[in-house]
Every structure is written in structure tokens, then in C-alpha cells.
């Protein structure tokens, strides 16, 4: 079983649409969580981190659910530029920073 | 941009050679972890260096190896490489402890092309 799971998509929006994502992670130890995006042939960069009481970024919206050991992310009001690869990152080890990723879903905003 | 930089950007090998690929992580960190990505994949990690040792690994063969220097750059070798080791290869440096946040900033990777 992989350590983060991510349904790859693609997803396929309109601009001003609202989308979310949804990731599992298998380690229930797992400490620190993060939505990556990475642009086509480019490097991943940081989106935002994933709080357990859940956390918002303008048009971002992270939420954790420990329970279920599930992570989301919800983009409103879909712009072209939001068109990316967005990629579910779980720190499963507090000592040292061993990153898993996800696979990644990929998004596609249309005019 | 990050001020991760890497080296090559792009390369070529036959099978059974062997690649050395180089990382300039940002300033003021201490940590580079060296991530593969293969097309259509998420980053797998292959290992971290953490003050010049390496702290941690991923489930890859021990032809796959690294060194981080005083300056905290680091190296990426491979050995006997295979097809299959096509792929991207990322680095990312971070700042742990000190305060550091642990935020992954990756360099734009070496796409290494094993024939």
C-alpha cells in the first residue's frame, strides 16, 4: 500500500468553479502534512501547510481529518492560473523531515 | 526563485554508467534531501543529509548514494544505472530546528536520461 494516495484526475473545471481534493495517508504516526503544486516541468513548491483545526489561504482551504487520516483541499472561484499538478505530502517522521508524496491531481481550469 | 540550484539540467547516459548529479542548496539551511520523479509520478524520497551525514533513506538500492559537503551542497551519485532510473531527480533543502519551518524548497532537478 502506498504511504499517500491521490486520485489523479484529471479534473477538468470551469474558471470561477469550486474544486476539491482529497488524499489518504496510510501511517496514523504521520506528524505534518502539506498541499504541494508543481507546474508542468517544473519543481514542486509549497501551497500550504495542513492544520488540524484546518486552515484557509485566500481561495485555499486545507482541512485534515486525523481520524479518517485524510487531507483535502478546496479551491474556489477556479482561475486559469490555478491549473497544476497538486501534489498530498505527509511528514511521517518528526525527527527528520522524510516526506512522502503523493502521485498527485492534476487540474484543469478552462475559459 | 528558490536558491536551489542543481546540475546538470539535462542528461544523457547508457546503461551500466555511472552519474553524479550536484545541489547548491538555499542559504542559511541545513538539511538536503534528494527526491526521484518519474514521469506521471509524485517525488519518491531517496535520502536526506543532515550535517554532512545521511539521515534517512527510501527504498532504494545502496548504488544510489550521496555525500553533503561543510557548505551544505550536496551530491547525488548512481551507479550501474538502469533504465528505470530515468526520471527527475529533485533536490530540496530545508531548515531544521533553529526555528526552521521544515518547508521543502526544491531546485528545478536534473532529468536524467538512462538509454
Known amino acids: 500500500r502506498k504511504e499517500v494516495e491521490q486520485d489523479p484526475g484529471p479534473f477538468n473545471v470551469p474558471e470561477g468553479a469550486t474544486v476539491a481534493f482529497n488524499c489518504t495517508y496510510s501511517?496514523?504516526?504521520?506528524?505534518?502534512f502539506f498541499w504541494y503544486r508543481q507546474d508542468c516541468r517544473k519543481e514542486p513548491k509549497l501551497l500550504m501547510s495542513?492544520?488540524?483545526s484546518g486552515n484557509e489561504d485566500g481561495r485555499f482551504t486545507a482541512q485534515l481529518n486525523r481520524a479518517s487520516q485524510y487531507i483535502s483541499l478546496l479551491i474556489r472561484d477556479s482561475k486559469l492560473s490555478d491549473s497544476a499538478t497538486y501534489l498530498c505530502?505527509?511528514?511521517?517522521?518528526?525527527?527528520?523531515?522524510?516526506?512522502?508524496f503523493g502521485s498527485g491531481t492534476k487540474l484543469n481550469v478552462k475559459p | 526563485e528558490t536558491g536551489v540550484t542543481q546540475s546538470p539540467t539535462h542528461l544523457i547516459k547508457t546503461r551500466g554508467q555511472q552519474v553524479t548529479l550536484r545541489c547548491s542548496s538555499q542559504?542559511?539551511?541545513?538539511?538536503v534531501s534528494w527526491y526521484q520523479q518519474a514521469l506521471g509520478q509524485g517525488p519518491q524520497f531517496i535520502f536526506q543529509?543532515?550535517?554532512?551525514?545521511?539521515?534517512g533513506r527510501g527504498n532504494f538500492p545502496p548504488r544510489f548514494s550521496g555525500l553533503q559537503f561543510p557548505n551544505y551542497s550536496s551530491e547525488l551519485n548512481v551507479n550501474a544505472l538502469e533504465l528505470d532510473d530515468s526520471a527527475l531527480y529533485l533536490c530540496?533543502?530545508?531548515?531544521?530546528?533553529?526555528?526552521?519551518?521544515?518547508?521543502?524548497?526544491f531546485g528545478e532537478g536534473s532529468r536524467l536520461t538512462v538509454l
Open positions: 505530502v505527509v511528514n511521517a517522521d518528526y525527527n527528520f523531515n522524510k516526506f512522502y
Open positions: 501511517n496514523s504516526a504521520s506528524q505534518s
Open positions: 542559504s542559511g539551511h541545513n538539511t
Open positions: 543529509y543532515y550535517r554532512e551525514e545521511e539521515n
Open positions: 495542513v492544520y488540524s
Open positions: 530540496a533543502s530545508s531548515l531544521v530546528g533553529s526555528g526552521g519551518t521544515g518547508e521543502l524548497f
